[in-house]
């Protein structure tokens, strides 16, 4: 019998021995686990290494056991959620300067997860586009330049 997604978030964080409650929610189409925890600082760790690592182990595990399970995003104490909205709207914001200077602006290097919402923070704006670097770049900045 299979576990579902936050059966084994559960078990691993048994086994690391941490207390938690995980409640599965939606956020844009996607299965967010949040995990509820007093000890929420070290489950995140330093820069969400921890975190993000967690997140990476779970989708493996999933995807090893079905190649389609769709992927997971894993939260603790809303902090994930919170830092998302947070990084949007500071990118929105010097999106703006694209959009009056006509220049495009390229981002500091990020990781796929933060590429992922700067993309789709500029998927239905008639004005901007942003551009990825190739698979083989070795520094992954965005660039967001004007339509042409």
């Given at each position: 019998?299979?576990?579902t997604?936050a059966e084994?978030?559960?078990?691993?964080?048994?086994?690391?021995?941490?207390?938690?409650?995980?409640?599965e929610?939606?956020?844009?189409?996607?299965l967010v686990?949040?995990v509820r925890?007093?000890?929420?600082e070290?489950l995140?760790?330093?820069r969400?290494?921890?975190?993000?690592d967690?997140?990476?182990?779970?989708n493996?595990?999933l995807?090893?056991r079905?190649?389609?399970?769709p992927r997971v995003?894993?939260?603790?104490?809303h902090?994930?959620?919170i830092?998302?909205?947070?990084f949007v709207q500071?990118?929105?914001?010097?999106?703006?300067?694209?959009?009056?200077?006509?220049?495009?602006?390229h981002?500091?290097?990020l990781?796929?997860?933060?590429?992922r919402l700067?993309?789709n923070?500029?998927v239905?704006d008639p004005?901007?586009?942003?551009v990825?670097?190739s698979e083989?770049?070795r520094?992954?900045?965005v660039?967001?330049?004007r339509r042409?």
């Amino acid at each position: 019998m299979s576990q579902t997604p936050a059966e084994v978030l559960d078990t691993i964080l048994g086994y690391l021995g941490f207390v938690c409650e995980i409640d599965e929610q939606y956020r844009d189409e996607h299965l967010v686990l949040q995990v509820r925890t007093n000890d929420a600082e070290r489950l995140i760790g330093r820069r969400e290494e921890i975190l993000d690592d967690l997140q990476f182990l779970v989708n493996r595990i999933l995807q090893t056991r079905d190649r389609h399970a769709p992927r997971v995003i894993i939260d603790v104490e809303h902090y994930r959620a919170i830092r998302d909205d947070t990084f949007v709207q500071k990118v929105k914001h010097l999106a703006e300067t694209v959009r009056k200077s006509g220049r495009p602006l390229h981002t500091d290097p990020l990781n796929s997860y933060d590429r992922r919402l700067l993309h789709n923070a500029f998927v239905d704006d008639p004005d901007l586009i942003t551009v990825s670097p190739s698979e083989d770049a070795r520094l992954k900045r965005v660039t967001i330049c004007r339509r042409q």
